[in-house]
T-cell receptor
Framework: GEDVEQSLFLSVREGDSSVINCTYT??????LYWYKQEPGAGLQLLTY?????DMKQDQRLTVLLNKKDKHLSLRIADTQTGDSAIYFC????????????FGQGTELSVKP | AAGVIQSPRHLIKEKRETATLKCYPI?????VYWYQQGPGQDPQFLIS???????DKGSIPDRFSAQQFSDYHSELNMSSLELGDSALYFC???????????FGPGTRLTVT
């Protein structure tokens, strides 16, 4: 079945690395996404990874995918106060038209 | 770069009234998705359209209907509004064959 789980809160110090974790259950996931949502704002696409990849790096962002454990993580290097937001993990299921199934979101708080 | 446009950004309606939300996808994007995000919740898929035809349907109440027009913009029509319909409604668009689903800023609907 379709289920995406995330821890709800993460607090880090400015300059540290943040790691946000996500697990999914559907082995038919094709693409896995990370979106950022600031208060009252829309969903900003940060990055995505194809399900046959292990890792993707994009500037300060690193996505790791463990297909065996169905575990996805987003690492943010040198976390800044502007990174404070809710981060959603989402999956797109093969042959389901591209709709996204979201996790509950992880609220990242960056303290100066 | 052009983004997804949604209008209105804010809408206040009374119970049992109707509402129409509009979405203008990114140019050359032919697929549109609608999502509903309740307070403190993750976005939930409602309905999607590809080339003006409904392509998938999620947890959309029968009181809601939607369509995609020849210029690819989409409208979500909501009737007999209930207090529980108060939420952020997002539209997202994607080019067929692409993998990057971009979200609009959302319409915040408040039903009183």
């Amino acid at each position: 079945g379709e289920d995406v789980e995330q821890s709800l809160f993460l607090s880090v110090r400015e300059g540290d690395s943040s790691v946000i974790n996500c697990t999914y259950t559907d082995s038919s996931s094709t693409y896995l996404y990370w979106y950022k949502q600031e208060p009252g704002a829309g969903l900003q696409l940060l990055t995505y990874i194809f399900s046959n990849m292990d890792m993707k790096q994009d500037q300060r962002l690193t996505v790791l995918l463990n297909k065996k454990d169905k575990h996805l993580s987003l690492r943010i290097a040198d976390t800044q106060t502007g990174d404070s937001a809710i981060y959603f993990c989402a999956e797109s299921i093969r042959n389901q038209g591209g709709k996204l199934i979201f996790g509950q979101g992880t609220e990242l708080s960056v303290k100066p | 770069a052009a983004g997804v446009i949604q209008s209105p950004r804010h809408l206040i309606k009374e119970k049992r009234e109707t509402a129409t939300l509009k979405c203008y996808p990114i140019p050359r994007h032919d697929t549109v998705y609608w999502y509903q995000q309740g307070p403190g919740q993750d976005p939930q898929f409602l309905i999607s359209f590809y080339e003006k035809m409904q392509s998938d349907k999620g947890s959309i109440p029968d009181r809601f209907s939607a369509q995609q027009f020849s210029d690819y913009h989409s409208e979500l029509n909501m009737s007999s509004l209930e207090l529980g319909d108060s939420a952020l409604y997002f539209c997202a668009s994607i080019r067929s064959g692409g993998h990057e689903q971009y979200f609009g800023p959302g319409t915040r609907l408040t039903v009183t």
